[in-house]
């Protein structure tokens, strides 16, 4: 049995040369061994020692590849995972996923007509301050969830000429932060009732959403309030989450981005620790008491070393498109709110 991946990134961006290759390097048993892209003297400098291909269907043709990884603009991820499932390669695509459900389901069934593992690389799940809200919701603490909020905030005044903030299918800020957010609520609670969805370009000059306030209701006791912004020059809490027993809220973000861009990798010394942590309030027999709770170690690398032990073992796929293809469902459904100004039942 094979005991080892050969690995080859489509394209050369940010997301590449910041999250899938130092993350992918960080895994015994991968090797990242090539990179397509136009720009060869960014793929030189940024990620030395890795083959440069000209195009991805030099890539896709290599025998000696064994999984493809996708973090191109949102609408050439369909169109690039046909090819690289047909090829017979291992994929992940990064998210969101495709750009309608239609395009998901397309992919699923050619991965299972090619018998290959499909994945989508929502890394957040592996974040510091979502697995200690994970936790906490699995361990009751706060007993009946009934009000869960989450934010991506950011202070980005100025529009930058990039595709995530152009008008092209798959731009703005629902599908980019959107996919985030909707995938940690799917994990906590599953698939809500109904989703309403308003979005909005707040900044000067923005041609694609900036803004977007997402509810989703659950039932007639549980509400979950999925928000970002360009404009927030000073963030509230990352999470605030109010149950029958208490509340928890937690300011600041995960680490592991701004560590990955300052040359940290997953074994150094402090990687994925926050020291934001977050505010406990549980209700006592003498009132309410509040205590800090200490967030939970993060460490995106554990996506990539479920993916290996998923091909090459046939252990479960990290992120399996089919989960992917919930968060698809509700981008879509969240557009037609949005479109139509209305609540959308699911």
Not at 98 to 110: H, M, P, S, Y
Not at 118 to 133: E, G, Q
């Amino acid at each position: 049995m094979k005991q080892d991946l050969n690995v080859a990134i489509v394209g050369c961006g940010y997301a590449t040369v910041t999250f899938h290759a130092p993350l992918i390097r960080s895994v015994p048993g991968m090797s990242l061994i090539a990179v397509s892209t136009s720009d060869r003297a960014k793929a030189q400098s940024s990620l030395p020692g890795v083959e440069i291909c000209d195009t991805p269907e030099h890539i896709f043709a290599r025998s000696d590849i064994d999984l493809v990884v996708i973090p191109t603009p949102n609408h050439t991820h369909h169109p690039l995972a046909v090819q690289a499932l047909e090829a017979g390669k291992h994929v992940v695509v990064d998210k969101p996923f495709t750009l309608d459900t239609v395009q998901a389901r397309e992919l699923i069934a050619l991965a299972e007509k090619q018998r290959r593992v499909l994945s989508v690389f929502h890394n957040r799940r592996w974040a510091t301050d979502f697995l200690t809200v994970q936790k906490l919701v699995a361990a009751e603490t706060l007993g009946r969830i009934a009000h869960y909020e989450a934010h991506f905030d950011r202070y980005r005044p100025v529009v930058r000429q990039r595709w995530r903030e152009s008008s092209v299918p798959g731009g703005g800020l629902w599908y980019d932060l959107g996919a985030h957010l909707l995938d940690e609520a799917l994990c906590l609670f599953g698939m809500p009732q109904t989703i309403g969805l308003d979005l909005a370009a707040q900044r000067d000059g923005a041609v694609a959403d900036d803004w977007f306030h997402c509810v989703l209701r659950y039932d007639r006791r549980l509400r979950v309030i999925l928000h970002a912004g360009a404009l927030v020059a000073q963030p509230g809490p990352r999470y605030a989450i109010h149950g029958t027993l208490g509340s928890y809220t937690k300011f600041g973000l995960d680490p592991q981005e701004d560590q990955l861009k300052a040359g940290m990798r997953p074994d150094d010394a402090g990687w994925g620790i926050d020291q934001n942590e977050g505010a406990l309030i549980l209700a006592n027999d003498e009132g309410l008491r509040e205590s800090i709770l200490p967030s939970e170690p993060g460490n995106y690398a554990s996506y990539y070393v479920a993916l290996r032990d998923a091909i090459l073992h046939g252990h479960p796929n990290p992120v399996p498109a089919e989960q992917a293809l919930q968060v698809m469902q509700l981008i879509e459904a969240g557009l037609r709110s949005a479109t139509r100004g209305a609540v959308i039942t699911l």
